[in-house]
T-cell receptor, first 114, second 114 residues
Framework: SQKIEQNSEALNIQEGKTATLTCNYT??????LQWYRQDPGRGPVFLLLIRENEKEKRKERLKVTFDTTLKQSLFHITASQPADSATYLCALSNSGGSNYKLTFGKGTLLTVNP | ETGVTQSPTHLIKTRGQQVTLRCSSQSGHNTVSWYQQALGQGPQFIFQ???????GRGNFPPRFSGLQFPNYSSELNVNALELDDSALYLC?????????????FGPGTRLLVL
Protein backbone atom coordinates (compact mmCIF):
# COMPACT_ATOMS: atom_id res chain seq x y z
CA SER A 1 0.00 0.00 0.00
CA GLN A 2 1.03 3.62 -0.47
CA LYS A 3 3.14 4.98 2.35
CA ILE A 4 4.51 8.46 3.08
CA GLU A 5 7.07 8.97 5.85
CA GLN A 6 8.22 12.30 7.16
CA ASN A 7 11.59 11.79 8.77
CA SER A 8 10.90 12.97 12.26
CA GLU A 9 7.89 13.84 14.31
CA ALA A 10 9.66 16.89 15.78
CA LEU A 11 12.60 19.08 14.82
CA ASN A 12 14.11 21.82 16.98
CA ILE A 13 16.51 24.39 15.54
CA GLN A 14 17.98 27.77 16.47
CA GLU A 15 16.74 30.95 14.87
CA GLY A 16 18.72 31.86 11.77
CA LYS A 17 19.64 28.26 10.90
CA THR A 18 18.28 26.28 7.95
CA ALA A 19 15.57 23.74 8.73
CA THR A 20 15.51 20.64 6.52
CA LEU A 21 12.50 18.34 6.54
CA THR A 22 12.34 15.04 4.68
CA CYS A 23 9.47 13.24 2.98
CA ASN A 24 9.92 9.68 1.68
CA TYR A 25 7.30 7.63 -0.10
CA THR A 26 6.81 4.06 -1.32
CA UNK A 27 4.42 2.27 -3.67
CA UNK A 28 3.45 5.53 -5.33
CA UNK A 29 4.32 7.37 -8.53
CA UNK A 30 3.01 10.85 -7.82
CA UNK A 31 2.53 13.44 -10.52
CA UNK A 32 2.85 16.22 -7.94
CA LEU A 33 4.26 16.73 -4.48
CA GLN A 34 3.03 19.52 -2.23
CA TRP A 35 4.06 20.99 1.11
CA TYR A 36 1.60 22.51 3.56
CA ARG A 37 1.96 24.32 6.87
CA GLN A 38 -0.49 23.66 9.70
CA ASP A 39 -0.76 25.71 12.88
CA PRO A 40 -2.51 24.31 15.99
CA GLY A 41 -6.29 24.29 15.62
CA ARG A 42 -6.14 25.50 12.01
CA GLY A 43 -6.45 23.92 8.58
CA PRO A 44 -3.34 23.32 6.45
CA VAL A 45 -2.08 26.18 4.30
CA PHE A 46 -0.51 25.49 0.89
CA LEU A 47 3.15 26.46 0.53
CA LEU A 48 4.71 24.92 -2.58
CA LEU A 49 3.99 22.39 -5.34
CA ILE A 50 6.62 20.59 -7.39
CA ARG A 51 5.96 18.44 -10.45
CA GLU A 52 7.45 15.00 -11.06
CA ASN A 53 9.66 16.38 -13.85
CA GLU A 54 11.02 19.23 -11.71
CA LYS A 55 14.09 18.90 -9.49
CA GLU A 56 13.82 22.04 -7.40
CA LYS A 57 11.39 24.87 -6.62
CA ARG A 58 11.96 28.03 -4.60
CA LYS A 59 9.73 30.63 -3.01
CA GLU A 60 11.28 33.33 -0.85
CA ARG A 61 13.01 31.48 2.04
CA LEU A 62 11.55 28.12 1.04
CA LYS A 63 13.11 25.49 -1.22
CA VAL A 64 11.76 22.09 -2.21
CA THR A 65 13.60 19.32 -4.02
CA PHE A 66 12.01 16.24 -5.57
CA ASP A 67 13.96 13.08 -6.45
CA THR A 68 11.65 10.51 -8.06
CA THR A 69 14.48 7.94 -8.19
CA LEU A 70 15.07 8.11 -4.44
CA LYS A 71 11.33 8.70 -3.90
CA GLN A 72 12.17 11.60 -1.65
CA SER A 73 11.49 15.31 -1.22
CA LEU A 74 13.47 17.73 0.93
CA PHE A 75 11.91 20.93 2.26
CA HIS A 76 14.25 23.71 3.39
CA ILE A 77 13.51 26.89 5.30
CA THR A 78 16.52 29.21 5.29
CA ALA A 79 17.16 31.92 7.90
CA SER A 80 14.47 30.35 10.07
CA GLN A 81 12.41 32.50 12.45
CA PRO A 82 10.32 31.63 15.52
CA ALA A 83 7.24 32.46 13.39
CA ASP A 84 8.13 29.46 11.20
CA SER A 85 7.28 27.14 14.11
CA ALA A 86 4.43 24.89 12.93
CA THR A 87 3.69 21.39 11.63
CA TYR A 88 4.74 20.86 8.02
CA LEU A 89 2.90 18.30 5.94
CA CYS A 90 4.05 16.59 2.76
CA ALA A 91 1.30 15.54 0.34
CA LEU A 92 1.36 13.55 -2.89
CA SER A 93 -1.19 13.68 -5.66
CA ASN A 94 -1.77 11.89 -8.91
CA SER A 95 -2.67 13.68 -12.11
CA GLY A 96 -6.22 14.21 -10.91
CA GLY A 97 -9.35 13.93 -12.99
CA SER A 98 -11.73 11.13 -12.08
CA ASN A 99 -9.12 9.36 -9.97
CA TYR A 100 -8.11 12.37 -7.92
CA LYS A 101 -6.50 11.65 -4.58
CA LEU A 102 -4.27 13.71 -2.27
CA THR A 103 -2.30 11.66 0.27
CA PHE A 104 -0.66 13.31 3.29
CA GLY A 105 2.20 12.29 5.57
CA LYS A 106 1.88 12.58 9.35
CA GLY A 107 3.78 15.85 9.43
CA THR A 108 6.89 17.17 11.19
CA LEU A 109 6.53 19.63 14.07
CA LEU A 110 9.18 22.32 13.63
CA THR A 111 10.15 24.52 16.57
CA VAL A 112 12.48 27.47 15.95
CA ASN A 113 14.02 28.69 19.18
CA PRO A 114 14.94 32.40 19.55
CA GLU B 1 -12.82 37.03 -1.66
CA THR B 2 -14.31 34.86 1.08
CA GLY B 3 -12.25 31.90 2.28
CA VAL B 4 -13.45 28.40 3.11
CA THR B 5 -15.74 28.28 6.12
CA GLN B 6 -16.96 25.29 8.10
CA SER B 7 -19.68 24.80 10.68
CA PRO B 8 -19.94 23.97 13.45
CA THR B 9 -16.47 24.52 14.90
CA HIS B 10 -16.92 21.91 17.63
CA LEU B 11 -19.39 19.09 18.14
CA ILE B 12 -19.96 16.40 20.75
CA LYS B 13 -22.00 13.31 19.87
CA THR B 14 -22.54 9.85 21.33
CA ARG B 15 -21.95 6.50 19.68
CA GLY B 16 -24.62 5.49 17.19
CA GLN B 17 -25.75 9.05 16.49
CA GLN B 18 -25.59 10.80 13.12
CA VAL B 19 -23.82 14.05 12.32
CA THR B 20 -23.84 16.58 9.47
CA LEU B 21 -20.91 18.92 8.89
CA ARG B 22 -21.08 21.85 6.52
CA CYS B 23 -18.60 23.64 4.29
CA SER B 24 -18.80 26.76 2.16
CA SER B 25 -16.23 26.77 -0.59
CA GLN B 26 -14.11 29.73 -1.63
CA SER B 27 -15.71 32.01 -4.19
CA GLY B 28 -15.23 30.70 -7.74
CA HIS B 29 -14.33 27.15 -6.65
CA ASN B 30 -16.35 24.19 -7.97
CA THR B 31 -14.57 21.37 -6.14
CA VAL B 32 -14.73 20.37 -2.47
CA SER B 33 -12.68 17.64 -0.78
CA TRP B 34 -13.21 16.30 2.74
CA TYR B 35 -10.47 14.98 5.02
CA GLN B 36 -10.38 13.36 8.44
CA GLN B 37 -7.43 14.25 10.69
CA ALA B 38 -6.93 12.22 13.85
CA LEU B 39 -4.73 13.66 16.59
CA GLY B 40 -1.06 13.49 15.62
CA GLN B 41 -1.82 12.26 12.11
CA GLY B 42 -1.95 13.84 8.67
CA PRO B 43 -5.29 14.46 6.97
CA GLN B 44 -6.84 11.38 5.33
CA PHE B 45 -8.84 11.80 2.13
CA ILE B 46 -12.52 10.90 2.55
CA PHE B 47 -13.99 11.96 -0.80
CA GLN B 48 -14.19 14.78 -3.30
CA UNK B 49 -17.14 16.48 -5.00
CA UNK B 50 -16.87 18.17 -8.38
CA UNK B 51 -19.84 20.03 -9.84
CA UNK B 52 -22.24 18.20 -7.52
CA UNK B 53 -20.97 14.69 -8.32
CA UNK B 54 -18.70 12.48 -6.19
CA UNK B 55 -15.28 12.37 -7.88
CA GLY B 56 -12.97 10.03 -5.99
CA ARG B 57 -13.28 8.37 -2.60
CA GLY B 58 -10.75 7.26 0.00
CA ASN B 59 -10.83 4.18 2.20
CA PHE B 60 -13.89 5.10 4.27
CA PRO B 61 -17.04 3.03 4.82
CA PRO B 62 -20.39 3.91 3.19
CA ARG B 63 -21.66 5.45 6.44
CA PHE B 64 -19.55 8.44 5.40
CA SER B 65 -21.54 10.21 2.71
CA GLY B 66 -21.73 13.68 1.25
CA LEU B 67 -23.47 16.16 -0.95
CA GLN B 68 -22.50 19.16 -2.99
CA PHE B 69 -25.08 21.84 -3.75
CA PRO B 70 -25.51 24.04 -6.85
CA ASN B 71 -23.64 26.87 -5.10
CA TYR B 72 -20.79 24.35 -4.53
CA SER B 73 -21.13 24.30 -0.78
CA SER B 74 -21.00 20.81 0.67
CA GLU B 75 -22.10 18.56 3.51
CA LEU B 76 -20.41 15.56 5.10
CA ASN B 77 -22.75 13.10 6.80
CA VAL B 78 -21.59 10.35 9.13
CA ASN B 79 -24.08 7.74 10.32
CA ALA B 80 -23.79 5.29 13.22
CA LEU B 81 -20.94 7.22 14.84
CA GLU B 82 -18.11 5.23 16.39
CA LEU B 83 -15.55 6.35 18.98
CA ASP B 84 -12.81 6.26 16.30
CA ASP B 85 -14.69 8.89 14.32
CA SER B 86 -13.44 11.47 16.84
CA ALA B 87 -11.20 13.74 14.78
CA LEU B 88 -10.81 17.09 13.06
CA TYR B 89 -12.82 17.14 9.84
CA LEU B 90 -11.35 19.41 7.19
CA CYS B 91 -12.95 20.71 4.05
CA UNK B 92 -10.85 22.03 1.19
CA UNK B 93 -12.00 23.79 -1.95
CA UNK B 94 -10.19 24.14 -5.26
CA UNK B 95 -10.79 25.47 -8.72
CA UNK B 96 -10.87 22.05 -10.40
CA UNK B 97 -9.89 18.40 -10.20
CA UNK B 98 -6.36 18.54 -11.57
CA UNK B 99 -3.79 17.05 -9.22
CA UNK B 100 -1.94 20.36 -9.23
CA UNK B 101 -4.85 22.43 -8.01
CA UNK B 102 -4.11 24.25 -4.78
CA UNK B 103 -6.33 23.08 -1.96
CA UNK B 104 -7.67 25.85 0.26
CA PHE B 105 -8.58 24.42 3.64
CA GLY B 106 -11.16 25.61 6.12
CA PRO B 107 -10.50 25.75 9.88
CA GLY B 108 -12.12 22.35 10.44
CA THR B 109 -14.84 20.91 12.66
CA ARG B 110 -13.62 19.08 15.74
CA LEU B 111 -15.90 16.11 16.44
CA LEU B 112 -15.82 14.23 19.71
CA VAL B 113 -17.73 10.94 19.94
CA LEU B 114 -18.43 9.68 23.46
Amino acid sequence: SQKIEQNSEALNIQEGKTATLTCNYTNYSPAYLQWYRQDPGRGPVFLLLIRENEKEKRKERLKVTFDTTLKQSLFHITASQPADSATYLCALSNSGGSNYKLTFGKGTLLTVNP
Amino acid sequence: ETGVTQSPTHLIKTRGQQVTLRCSSQSGHNTVSWYQQALGQGPQFIFQYYREEENGRGNFPPRFSGLQFPNYSSELNVNALELDDSALYLCASSGGISGQETQYFGPGTRLLVL
